[in-house]
């Protein structure tokens, strides 16, 4: 099955600098690799996603890149702020409505420090 | 707003009892799934189900069983409790029944269950 890879698992950032979390993984069939977001104490929640036929996307101060060739995607987060401050979890998996086989990464605890 | 309920929230029981967590949903998705989260091991897929009619097993089954009783219920079981189930549950649910299927999981509160 697959297997995502998440680095690093924790990262601490001053505010305004630019934070990057990586992700690998092993199934060259998979095609769809969301990122989610998870405050101290919340329920997770997709931040952004991309597919296989993009290689990069951008929604405001955060963006993701995918190399399918290497099997790895990363996501950027500039400027940031401190509630950025959260659990980041990426994922993969074939197809984009087939939840069942999406595959978290391990999580990075990224901390935005005044 | 439509969202994902979980009840409860918090439970705290002793090893070899029997434990169901519950979930309901007013988001009119079809597929419903249970996540278990542990600290360093992300989010892990316990059992989905697509429809009323549909269970499947995720990638750490054993020790649980599901069943989903309405098209917006869904609930986890633990027929024998142990110390290692301890951990957070999250319910989830996908898809907008006759929308197209975007993938996006929606994720309940959580379930804190510590088992003793």
């Known amino acids: 099955g697959e297997n995502v890879e998440q680095h690093p698992s924790t990262l601490s950032v001053q505010e305004g600098d630019s934070a990057v979390i990586k992700c690998t993984y092993s199934d060259s069939a998979s095609n769809y690799f969301p990122w989610y977001k998870q405050e101290l104490g919340k329920r997770p929640q997709l931040i952004i996603d991309?597919?296989?036929?993009?290689g990069e996307k951008k929604d405001q101060r955060i963006a993701v890149t995918l190399n399918k060739t290497a099997k790895h995607f990363s996501l950027h987060i500039t400027e940031t702020q401190p509630e950025d401050s959260a659990v980041y979890f990426c994922?993969?998996?074939?197809?984009?409505?087939?939840?069942?086989?999406?595959?978290f990464g391990t999580g990075t605890r990224l901390q935005v420090t005044l | 707003d439509a969202d994902v309920t979980q009840t409860p929230r918090n439970r705290i029981t002793k090893t070899g009892k029997r434990i169901m967590l519950e979930c309901s949903q007013t988001?009119?998705?079809?597929?419903m799934y249970w996540y278990r989260q542990d600290p360093g091991l992300g989010l892990r897929l316990i059992y989905y189900s697509f429809d009323v009619k549909d269970i499947n097993k995720g990638e750490i089954s054993d020790g649980y069983s599901v069943s989903r009783q309405a098209q917006a219920k869904f609930s986890l079981s633990l027929e024998s409790a142990i110390p290692n189930q301890t951990a957070l549950y999250f319910c989830?649910?996908?898809?907008?029944?006759?929308?197209?299927?975007?993938?996006?999981?929606?994720f309940g509160e959580g379930s804190r269950l510590t088992v003793l």
């Open positions: 989830a649910t996908s898809g907008a029944g006759h929308r197209t299927n975007t993938g996006e999981l929606f």
């Open positions: 994922a993969a998996s074939r197809g984009s409505g087939t939840a069942s086989k999406l595959t």
């Open positions: 991309i597919r296989s036929n993009v």
């Open positions: 988001k009119g998705h079809d597929r």
